[in-house]
């Protein structure tokens, strides 16, 4: 039997060293809704049959530099509004041509926040 991995639904899985925390950012400040998994971490339903797995793993946690997962957005200005009046931190950054503006968007296509674990998540204008 060959397997295609095309035809089957891929998504995040991402390492938290303490649910509750994690729980109070995906939840509390993304606006999530979670089921509980078997692992003790939580499944969150996003669009289009896209989901988000966080699970307790806290030898393994810790920013990689890398941005772990990333939403597409019809208004990314009006996004980070939201969820900056939310409570949510957008990076800022300014090396060389990589500036992003004072919300923290870089040339109108994509902000980057960081979860409780140092997650590097970002939202995308579609």
């Known amino acids: 039997m060959t397997v295609n991995l095309a035809d089957f639904p891929v998504g995040p899985a991402i390492a938290v060293s303490d649910m509750e925390r994690a729980r109070g950012f995906y939840e509390g400040k993304l606006g999530l809704t979670g089921a509980e998994s078997p692992d003790g971490g939580r499944d969150y339903q996003c669009g289009e049959g896209t989901s988000i797995h966080v ?43 990589f500036k992003t503006d004072e919300k923290g968007i870089l040339d109108g296509a994509v902000a980057w926040m960081k979860d409780p674990d140092g997650n590097l998540i970002s939202l995308n204008q579609r």
């Open 55 to 97: 699970f307790p793993s806290p030898a393994f946690t810790g920013p990689t530099g890398a941005t772990l997962l990333g939403w597409g957005v019809d208004d990314l200005a009006a996004a980070v509004d939201d969820l900056t009046s939310r409570g949510v931190a957008f990076e800022r950054y300014d090396e060389g041509d």
